[in-house]
């Protein structure tokens, strides 16, 4: 950091330091209406969080702020990893996103007990919510009647920090956080303010609160890649015998992005009864990046030398382009290739200049009034999401005189191209063709709940809860014809400095691959070129003005209308000994109606459909908690829980052509309206020890059956009397998921003075899953995305105004997509994407300054852990991902 940026970044911490007191919300059992209560630092945060995990109807974890605007990590998806059962990935910006609870990525997001989603999505996008307006995470991995449907792997609920969860008068509370990357020359920030005021009027108790965030991020995550494994017998001369990547690689993900945040919430009591509030919150997203890549095509090369193989042979049938083929009958005796030199190669380097921004809105406000023998309370809400995403390609080549690769060297593979050819301007031609994949969605939903829970006093029934929820949602999406016009007079002949492009078209990569080269940069198309003159590329293209038009056989525009309603009893038993058993038995009851309008193509003709479906289902829940002593108890949960399919694999539009030769079978492709929703049983058993208010430790079984699941597939389908092979998606899939929970967390009181502030936490799941469709290419293959095994162990430490934490967060192995075979490697070829094992270790150290002021310092993958995937076997690796390690500091303040 230069001393410039370090006077700034100062004088913004000078600037902004504030006080306040802080709070949280409180744990409650379900359906209990509880003010929040104050919670400072980690010891308090973990156990009110066990509080939560101990005296809920459901299996959950729960994660809760250790103060005001200071979530555990920065954020929510960050957070999750952290919790039992979820597993996570790091995104192209160096975010970690895309949770899945105990292998299942169908989750219901609510925030406040709202169901929220992103664009004409079923999820959300976690990293799209700030971490500073939550005060907490609750993560339901078994179901009862009361939650709102639609995943099957659960329900995150997102709770926000209200006014009346402060003491009485103001509040205020400032942060700011400042980050430096390893492979960024630029330090990031984030700033946030709330303000607060909770104060008495002639007509009751009133409260205000107002929350911004902004940050302000840069990233950039090098990839370097080997293409499809193929035998060098069939390829360029000096091949013959061994295994080698078709292609060859890297890109660079390198850009900025920007997260605005405002919350608003007001409460009023007016009497100790009844209370009404009313709320708002905006979070958006916006990025502008380039994915800038440089490739080599080496099975194009004139010849092969320096050919070095390792590991023992092997035999492989190979079809005539030199992929693995189970009909072949020639029998190739190949080992894997280790390095080699290609000859007179095509060389390219492309530019993929994206943006993208999502803005979320969610309205609400409603009534909770609340007896000795009564709660209610009514909910209306309205939630807005529009999201638009824009990508423009251009890629350049020339022919160069070699490419030396190191296909594995233990950590990644390594590409050289001697000289440095693409680092030079001259002799760059136009390749392939222009490439603008545009599109947008808009999702509107309004929804109006009510619950309520009479309290019986007497008798084994002690509650009946109740409710009922109606919901409205409309969605549109919108996307650019696939493809575009060719490269200019033809794939590679178009001398780029013979164009009227700007000298600036062509820049010098602003990421760096340090196994492309040594580093060293390539010219490459300018990313902001592309985004700003693209009515000057599709000239040059041979293509018309302006953005390209929509293409109505992707467009599809649906509404969608759901009704619930729910009964479910609370049970209590006091048994022999002082034991107790309650839990719930209920069940819910959802109807969904929709209207699906899309547009397909018969004969290159539009053929507009609308389609009107509907499905209801009951879903049942039991639940039963054995509380053998005050410290030790035992549940049983079983749960049924839908998940609706995607807008987008609703489309009715179906695109067919009509044969003209009656003896040949045609085909055609589209969406399928009459999709039914996935299914699942779930199953839970757990046992709970807690031998102090912030220890304890636990086991869960757990069980889950998937029905229905969605994938493409191709039937014979009559239409108007002829037959076609019609691909589309259908509910083809069966799966089943069982594991194992372990987790813990316990402060050593017991430890001399000093050493009493140490505290451990551990968890561990076992994710055991298969795909059990019949005839399936992956049946009794695991779930895509999921590892078998996953743990976190973390060390914790309070004491003298010291705050401090180091977590290390691991999982095992797993599939990450699936290729359908025909890449040669040992056995019967490469037939998925595989992830290596993979750990990140993050940690944070604070310091109260004063009572007010606490700084802070901490590190985010400070091992250098990444994403590193292979072909069957590690020694051919597929993508190395390098994930960036960050540290960074903070100040908050609070008065």
């Known amino acids: 950091m230069n001393t410039r940026r370090k006077a700034l970044l100062a004088s913004a911490i000078a600037a902004i330091i504030s006080g306040t007191t802080s709070a949280q919300d409180a744990p409650a059992s379900n359906n209990e209406m509880l003010e929040e209560v104050v919670v400072v630092g980690i010891r308090s945060s973990l156990e009110k969080a ?60 609510t925030l406040d007990g709202r169901k929220i989603f992103t664009g004409v999505g079923r999820g959300f996008s976690f990293q799209d919510l700030p971490a500073e307006t939550l005060s907490g995470v609750d993560v339901y991995k078994s179901n009862s009647a009361e939650l709102v449907e639609g995943g099957i792997a659960g329900v995150i609920n997102l709770k926000r920090v209200k006014p009346f969860g402060f003491d009485e008068g103001w509040t205020v509370a400032t942060n700011v956080r400042a980050r430096q990357g390893e492979e960024v020359d630029k330090t990031n920030l984030t700033g946030g303010i709330l303000v607060s005021n909770r104060f008495d009027t002639s007509v009751g108790e009133m409260g205000l609160l107002v929350d911004v965030s902004y940050s302000d991020q840069d990233f950039s995550r090098g990839t370097s890649f080997n293409c499809d494994p193929r035998s060098g017998t069939n390829g360029p001369e000096g091949g013959a015998g061994a295994v080698l ?96 030199t290609f ?56 022919q160069i005189d070699s490419v030396s690769i190191l296909v594995n060297d233990g950590s990644h ?32 939903a309004n929804a109006i709940s009510v619950d309520g829970a009479f309290k019986l006093s007497n008798g084994f029934i002690r509650e009946l809860q109740f409710g009922t929820r109606y919901s409205d949602r409309d969605a549109q999406f919108f996307a650019t014809p696939s493809g575009g016009p060719g490269a200019p007079g033809g794939n590679r002949v178009t001398l780029i400095s013979e164009s009227d492009l700007p000298d600036d078209f062509l820049v010098k990569t602003p990421g760096t691959i340090s196994v492309i080269n040594d580093g060293a940069k390539w010219y490459t198309p300018s990313a902001d070129f592309l985004r700003d003159n693209t009515d000057q590329l599709r000239e040059l293209y041979g293509a018309d003005l302006g953005d390209p038009d929509w293409d109505p056989s992707k467009n599809y525009q649906a509404s969608e209308k759901n009704s619930s309603v729910y009964l479910q009893a609370k049970y209590e038993v006091d048994l022999a000994s002082g034991m107790l058993l309650d839990g719930l038995i209920g069940g819910r009851y959802s109807h969904t109606s929709r209207s699906l ?9 539009l053929t507009p459909v609308t389609r009107d479906t509907s499905d209801g289902h009951f879903l049942p829940n039991a639940s039963a908690r054995l509380q053998l002593t005050e410290e030790l108890q035992m549940r049983l949960t079983y749960a049924k829980t839908i998940a609706q399919p995607f807008f987008g694999d609703l489309n009715p539009g179906l695109t067919y ?127 895509l995305g999921v590892s078998k095994h996953s743990y976190n162990v973390g060390l914790l430490y309070e004491k003298y105004g010291v705050t401090a934490r180091v977590v290390y967060n691991w999982r095992s192995e797993y599939d990450d997509g699936y290729f359908g075979g025909g890449l040669v490697t040992p056995g019967d070829g490469a037939k998925f994407n595989t992830v290596k094992a993979n750990g990140r270790l993050d940690f944070s150290i604070g310091y109260d300054v004063t009572e007010n002021v606490t700084v802070s310092f901490d590190g985010i993958n400070v091992n250098g852990g990444k994403y590193y995937s292979y072909f069957d076997t590690e020694s051919f690796p597929h993508d190395i991902r390098l994930d960036d390690t960050f540290y960074g500091a903070s100040v908050r303040a609070n008065f």
């Open 343 to 398: 000859n007179n190669v095509p060389g390219l380097s492309s530019t993929q200049a994206k943006s993208s921004e999502t803005d979320q809105y969610v309205y609400g406000g409603g009534v909770k009034y609340t007896t000795d023998k009564l709660d209610l309370a009514v909910d209306l809400s309205r939630v807005e999401s529009e999201n638009g995403n824009r990508s423009t390609i251009v890629d350049i080549g020339k």
């Open 413 to 444: 593979g390594t590409t050289m191209m001697p000289g440095n050819p693409l680092g030079d301007k001259v002799d760059f031609r136009f390749a392939n063709g222009l490439v603008q994949d545009y599109n947008r969605s808009e999702s509107e």
């Open 50 to 109: 066990q509080d939560i995990k101990r005296s809920s109807d459901n299996v959950v974890d729960a994660i809760v702020a250790d103060d005001i605007g200071k979530f555990p990590d920065d954020t929510v998806a960050a957070a999750l990893q952290r919790v039992p059962g979820i597993q996570v990935v790091n995104g192209f910006n160096n975010e970690i996103g895309s949770p899945l609870i105990r292998g299942i990525g169908d989750i219901v997001t």
């Open 657 to 783: 052509d009509v044969p003209l030769n009656a003896n040949v079978r045609p085909g055609g492709a589209g969406g399928n309206p009459d999709l039914k929703p996935q299914t699942s049983d779930a199953y839970d058993a757990t046992v709970e020890y807690y031998f102090d208010n912030s220890s304890y430790i636990s086991a869960a079984l757990y069980y889950r059956t998937i029905e229905d699941r969605v994938a493409v597939g191709t039937d014979v389908e009559v239409i108007d009397g002829i037959e076609y092979n019609i691909s589309k998606p259908r509910n083809l899939g069966q799966s089943s998921l069982q594991g194992v929970e372990l987790s813990s967390q316990w402060f050593l009181d017991f430890l001399p003075e000093g050493w009493d502030g140490l505290g451990v936490t551990a968890n561990y799941t076992l994710a055991d899953s298969s795909i059990d469709t019949e005839g399936d290419p992956l049946e009794g293959e695991p779930l």
């Open 597 to 605: 309008s899309g547009t397909g193509r018969v004969n290159g003709e």
């Open 245 to 340: 990547p078709t292609c060859v690689g890297g890109l660079s993900d390198t850009g900025d992005y920007q997260r605005p945040q405002a919350n608003v919430y007001y409460q009023w009591r007016p009497s100790e009864n009844l209370e009404v509030y009313a709320d708002a919150l905006y979070a958006g997203y916006e990025t502008k990046f380039g994915t800038y890549f440089v490739f080599s095509d080496i099975f194009a090369a004139q010849s092969i030398t320096d050919l070095a193989m390792t590991g023992d042979s092997f035999t492989a049938p190979v079809n005539g382009a030199g992929f693995y083929d189970a009909s072949s009958t020639t029998m190739q005796e190949l080992r894997l290739g280790q390095s080699a």
